[in-house]
């Protein structure tokens, strides 16, 4: 796997597009940038050493940095980007809307246009089930949202010790400190990220604990954890369980078939609340409006934000299904919880904008049906590569596993170090080669932009094959390999 691929090396100037390097000082912003920019999930005294990449424009699924190199950005930002960069449209709505009603609040009995019109949207596009919305500013406020709704559901209902959330290890809800307490890394917990009332249960990674069993089997295993911990703690102090219907951050974990029906059987059993954190896979990522359609679900709230908007401004919220929308509505009195930006016009008319590009373009058809089962097949075949042990995909999210080969086979391989840091490694190479692909350990993740074309799919891959050769000469060279 050589094939020495197009973008490597090419420049603002092969690419006909006049933003100019010049006029940013990369020097300059880097300067300012370390003296006083504190970046998120960053080691401060390392990236002042390095100095940080400075982005200056995007178009579809590029991005320029200020140096005029081309970047094919595979991860869609931040898992949000599903309508690529540069949509003229987005920012004409968010320009109408700035001139006409810039801000107004949805407190005090007042409501504005396009937050009215978002949520009958959303109800349209989401599951039977969802008849209301809650918006927050973020997927973190949303996942505190719901800790604060589901617990007040119970009260309501007059179990007020029904309290208790169910997550999972290695989940990710967010950063703020109910979305971290929820999230299941050490290292955030550990960072004053915990509250009471959250425990965990294992993860359906079937590459981490499935050995010896077929992947349905597995699925039945990891689920039943929940039911466990449900009996452990007494169903009584059971709010609900929250889960990724495909863990991202944490790895692209995609769990068996078996996993999540069985989940929501277990759930039903004892009456517990499904929290569906819908992200990522929310907004099309995985051929579906929302992922728990794929995952054949039906979850009592669903948490979004990233693709609400494509990531073009910041919103987030919740989708309340019937069973809780009921409780809160009909026996509530005031529910103490919002946020100045809850329903915010301008987020919100480039929500709808964004949703009807995604209609109009049919992406998220485009994804179920063309794109998404190629990105598999192509992406798949990346595990012949002698430094891939595993290569998986589901609509446009996709992880391949980097293992040292013991034999000629796939099944001969084992674990680098993870001391070694050899994702980070393969990551650096992406980077110098203009592809932007996640480290997660040794699993290197895409989520790519849902306007990725098929020529463009061949293109990344190429790009993935061409870095991974690139690490594999270098991890030779440090005779790790
Ligand atoms: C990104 C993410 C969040 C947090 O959203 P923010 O907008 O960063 O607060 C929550 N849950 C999942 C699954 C995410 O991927």
């Given at each position: 796997m050589s094939t020495n691929p197009a973008v490597p090396g090419a420049t603002l100037a092969a690419s006909g597009?006049?933003?100019?390097?010049?006029?940013?000082?990369t020097a300059l912003i880097q300067q300012l940038d370390s003296a006083h920019y504190l970046h998120p999930f960053t080691d401060h005294n390392a990236l002042k050493a390095k100095g940080a990449r400075v982005m200056v424009r995007g178009e579809g699924i590029y991005l320029w940095d200020s140096e005029g190199n081309k970047i094919l950005d595979g991860m869609s930002g931040l898992w949000c980007v599903n309508v690529g960069y540069g949509r003229a449209s987005m920012a004409e709505a968010a320009y109408r809307q700035m001139q006409t009603l810039p801000f107004y609040n949805s407190f005090f009995n007042t409501t504005n246009v396009p937050a009215t019109q978002l949520a009958a949207l959303l109800v349209e596009i989401s599951p039977p089930q969802f008849n209301h919305v809650f918006y927050t500013g973020s997927g973190s406020e949303a996942n505190d949202t719901n800790v604060r709704m589901v617990r007040r559901y119970w009260d309501l209902l007059g179990y007020r010790e029904r309290h208790t959330i169910i997550s999972r290890v290695n989940a990710y809800h967010g950063s703020t400190v109910a979305g971290a307490a929820l999230g299941g890394m050490a290292g955030m917990h550990e960072q004053g990220g915990m509250i009471p009332g959250i425990v965990h249960i294992g993860q359906p990674s079937y590459a981490q604990?499935?050995?010896?069993?077929s992947e349905n089997a597995f699925g039945l295993v990891a689920a039943g954890w929940l039911e466990e911990k449900i009996l452990a703690i007494g169903p009584e102090k059971v709010a609900a369980f929250i889960g990724e219907p495909i863990q991202g951050a944490g790895g692209v974990i995609i769990p068996p078939a078996t996993y999540w029906p069985e989940i929501q059987r277990i759930c039903d059993k004892y009456g517990v609340l499904l929290i569906a954190?819908?992200?990522?896979?929310?907004?099309?990522?995985?051929?579906?409006?929302?992922g728990s359609e794929l995952m054949g679900i039906k979850p009592d709230l669903i948490t979004f934000a990233k693709g609400v908007t494509s990531g073009y401004v910041p919103l987030g919220g919740v989708l309340v299904g019937d069973r809780v929308a009921h409780v809160l509505i009909?026996?509530?009195?005031?529910?103490?919880h919002g946020f100045t930006y809850s329903g915010h016009p301008v987020a919100c008319a480039v929500a709808l904008e964004n949703i009807r590009i995604m209609r109009e373009e049919h992406l998220v058809e485009q994804v179920a049906i063309t794109t998404g089962p190629y990105l598999k097949a192509k992406f798949g075949a990346l595990a012949a590569h002698p430094l891939v042990g595993y290569a998986d995909s589901c609509g446009f999210v996709a992880g391949l596993n980097l293992v040292r080969r013991t034999g000629a086979t796939v099944h001969e391989c084992e674990h680098f170090d993870p001391a070694q840091g050899v994702g980070m490694i393969c990551r650096g190479h992406m980077f110098d080669n203009g592809m932007i692909m996640r480290a997660v350990g040794d699993r290197m993740i895409i989520a790519p932009p849902l306007v990725m074309t098929p020529a463009q799919i061949d293109e990344m891959v190429a790009l993935i094959g061409y870095c991974l050769d690139a690490t594999l000469a270098d991890l030779r060279r440090r005779g790790w390999t």
């Open positions: 597009k006049s933003v100019a390097r010049e006029s940013v000082d604990a499935g050995q010896g069993m954190d819908e992200v990522i896979c929310g907004f099309g990522r995985l051929g579906t409006w929302f009909e026996k509530g009195g005031d529910f103490n």
